[in-house]
């Protein structure tokens, strides 16, 4: 099983990224589908996380209205469209899945929860 994050890089502040996460292995239909990061000298943070196979989705407050996670079920991708961005969004990204281990689940939100990662996309807002 692969999760490969690609699509991070060096953006002024206001700018757009998108990041891919691309999957392969296995299917993810029963799977929760999340992004977080990491900044230097902090912990790894939920971004935001839906059903891979649809449904609600989930961000953090500091993304929200600007941040927006969709797939593609045919190339086994999601995606993170980030608008908007600012110097505080720097950090490390990763894709994760986790096992929907309750039908009627919220998307998780801890680290913990997820078994699979991807390696991760470094993306870089300057002011």
């Known amino acids: 099983v692969q999760l490969q994050a690609s699509g991070g890089g060096l953006v002024q502040a206001g700018a757009s990224l998108r990041l891919a996460c691309a999957t392969s292995g296995r299917t993810f239909s029963s799977y929760f589908m999340s992004w977080f990061r990491q900044a230097p000298g902090t912990g790894r943070e939920f971004v935001g996380g839906?059903?891979?196979?649809?449904?609600?989705?989930s961000y953090a407050d500091s993304v929200k209205g600007r941040f927006t996670i969709s797939r593609d079920n045919a190339r086994n991708t999601g995606y993170l469209q980030m608008n908007s961005l600012k110097p505080e969004d720097t950090a490390v990204y990763y894709c994760?899945?986790?096992?929907?281990?309750?039908?009627?689940?919220?998307?998780?939100?801890?680290?913990?929860?997820?078994?699979?990662w991807g390696q991760g996309t470094q993306v870089t807002v300057s002011s």
């Open positions: 994760a899945a986790a096992p929907i281990r309750q039908i009627l689940a919220s998307v998780y939100t801890s680290e913990e929860q997820y078994t699979y």
């Open positions: 839906s059903r891979w196979s649809g449904g609600s989705t």
